[in-house]
């Protein structure tokens, strides 16, 4: 069907059409920026032929070179019988105006802190952004939070943490591409244990969380993805409990830590009845990040 294809389609709109009648014959799972067939197949031949990915349109008609038509093939092919997620097809994410280079040595960037960011949520308890002078992305796979951290908190240096040196390669990509090598630091270790006797004004933080039974009912587009940034334990909490728990020495007066804990805040809050979290609000809900400030974690005992 494939070799068919790149022999007897040749315009934008017949590739189109082939790669929605493909991923929707798959029934693949979209949750890494799309959520249809169509959505997905109009971003992946946009981004692979270099066009702008917000204008379909103009090109429908546009006539593929040879090479061309055999790389978007193959692309279709491996999004439809390998579910690679259409990132690492392409090599690249978005988040808001935000583009990023991935591989499959990180997550594919997504995060709802990111969201929070561009909509100013995180006043009044950080009243304006001058005030964050260091700030620490914990977990920071790809780089992409703290790249965000640096240009939204202009005065800001920032930290960088994680556990994985591929993570870290991916993410000196891309703070090279954004020219922050100057304002942030990649930090290889594991949570704050390369961070002694440091403090920062925001600490924020997209740990995995996924518990162990949704780890065992992962679609196949998510296995791709590297497992130690998805799973955190029977619950899905270890390391989040690790980041509530040691927060408050890393945190400067007035401090403020935000946490991204997916589908687990019903658990979170029963482990925790102590804590005044304040759940902020996201486009699709209150439930999914935490903030904490440290004074309300030291009147808890952390």
Known sequence: ???IAQQQLFTVRDFLRFAVSRFSEAELFYGHG??????EAAY????????????LDPFLD?????????????????????????AYLTNEAWLGDYKF???ERTIVPRSFI?????????????????????????????????????DYFPAAEVDAVDLSPDALDVAEINVAQYNMGERIDLIDGDLFESLAGETYDLIVSNPPYVDAPSMDE???????????????????????????EQA??????????????????????????????????????DGFVFLLTREMLEEAGY
């Not at 992946?44 to 204008?55: A, F, G, H, M």
């Not at 038509?69 to 390998?82: L, N, S």
């Not at 990111?114 to 952004?129: G, M």
């Not at 979170?268 to 699709?284: I, N």
């Open 218 to 244: 992962l679609p196949a587009e998510y296995r791709h993805e590297p497992e130690m940034a998805l799973g955190s334990g029977e619950d899905g909490l270890d390391i989040t409990r690790r980041i509530i």
């Open 114 to 150: 990111a969201e929070l960011l561009f909509n100013d949520a995180f006043e009044p308890w950080i009243e304006h952004p001058e005030l964050v002078n260091r700030a620490l992305d914990l977990c920071t796979g790809s780089g992409c939070l703290a790249i965000v951290l640096a």
């Open 34 to 39: 799309t959520d249809n067939a169509y959505d």
């Open 248 to 285: 408050t020495t890393f945190l400067n007066p007035q401090g403020v830590l935000v946490v991204e804990i997916g589908h687990n805040r019903d658990e979170l809050e029963a482990q925790y009845p102590g804590l005044p979290f304040v759940w902020m609000d996201t486009e699709s809900g």
């Open 44 to 55: 992946l031949l946009l981004s692979l032929l270099k066009l702008p990915i917000d204008r």
């Open 1 to 3: 069907m494939y070799e």
């Open 101 to 103: 280079f991935v591989d």
């Open 62 to 86: 546009a006539r593929l070179l040879d090479e061309e038509r055999a790389a978007v093939v193959e692309a279709i092919r491996r999004r439809a019988e390998d579910r690679i997620p259409v």
